[in-house]
C-alpha cells in the first residue's frame, strides 16, 4: 500500500517569501513521487515528478522538491513566492510498475500575502 | 490547455438518478483514469481504463462503471446516485498507462446530488 501525507492544510507565505510545503510518504516500493497544483475550478496540472532519476526535480513556475528516501519526504519549495501562486497543491504517489493509479494527499492550500 | 475535455463542466441530479459522464482523452494516448475529489478532499482513483478494457480500479462500489471507445474516450457511469456522490469527477489520460508517462487532467465535471 502506498500513501502520502501532506503537513499543514493551510500555509501563507509573504509575496517574495520561501514556500515550503511537506509531503511525506509511504510505500512498499521504490515510489514515483508527483506534486499537482489546482486552480480553483480547473483540473491538476503537473508541477513535477521523480521517477528514481535525480533526486533534487525542477519543475515548472520557479518550483522544485527533493527526494529524500532515509526521511520518505518530498517537499515542494520555492525561493521566492508570487501572487499568481496561491493555489492548492497535491502530493501524489504511484509504484514503479506501469499502470499504477496515483494515490494523493489531501493537499495545501496556499495563500500569498501581498 | 491539456487536451482532455470532460462534459457537462456542471449537473445537478436527484439522488437515486444515474448519471453518465464524458471525457475526451488528448490526441495519442490510450489510456484514461478517473478520480474523485470531495470538497475539501484530495482526488480518490476510481479506476482506469486502457485500450478499453478495464485496468485498475479503486474502493469504489460497482455501481461506479465505465467504458473506454476505440477512440480512446471514455465515460464514467453511476448508477444509484447518492448524497456522498457529490463531487468534482476528474479524468486523466496519459499513453500506455505507465506512471513514467505524464497524465493530462482535464477540468472535472462537478456533480451536485440534491
Known amino acids: 500500500a502506498q500513501s502520502v501525507t501532506q503537513l499543514g492544510s493551510h500555509v501563507s507565505v509573504s509575496e517574495g517569501a520561501l514556500v515550503l510545503l511537506r509531503c511525506n510518504y509511504s510505500?512498499?516500493?521504490?515510489?514515483?513521487l508527483f506534486w499537482y497544483v489546482q486552480y480553483p475550478n480547473q483540473g491538476l496540472q503537473l508541477l513535477l515528478k521523480y521517477t528514481s532519476a535525480a533526486t533534487l526535480v525542477k519543475g515548472i513556475n520557479g518550483f522544485e522538491a527533493e527526494f529524500k528516501k532515509s526521511e520518505t519526504s518530498f517537499h515542494l519549495t520555492k525561493p521566492s513566492a508570487h501572487m499568481s501562486d496561491a493555489a492548492e497543491y497535491f502530493c501524489a504517489v504511484s509504484g514503479s510498475f506501469g499502470n499504477e493509479k496515483l494515490t494523493f494527499g489531501t493537499g495545501t492550500r496556499l495563500t500569498i500575502i501581498p | 490547455e491539456t487536451g482532455v475535455t470532460q462534459s457537462p463542466t456542471h449537473l445537478i441530479k436527484t439522488r437515486g438518478q444515474q448519471v453518465t459522464l464524458r471525457c475526451s482523452s488528448q490526441s495519442g494516448h490510450n489510456t484514461v483514469s478517473w478520480y474523485q475529489q470531495a470538497l475539501g478532499q484530495g482526488p480518490q482513483f476510481i479506476f482506469q481504463y486502457y485500450r478499453e478494457e478495464e485496468n485498475g480500479r479503486g474502493n469504489f462500489p460497482p455501481r461506479f462503471s465505465g467504458l473506454q471507445f476505440p477512440n480512446y474516450s471514455s465515460e464514467l457511469n453511476v448508477n444509484a446516485l447518492e448524497l456522498d456522490d457529490s463531487a468534482l469527477y476528474l479524468c486523466?489520460?496519459?499513453f500506455g498507462g505507465g506512471m513514467n508517462t505524464e497524465a493530462f487532467f482535464g477540468q472535472g465535471t462537478r456533480l451536485t446530488v440534491v
Open positions: 486523466a489520460s496519459s
Open positions: 510505500s512498499s516500493v521504490p515510489p514515483y
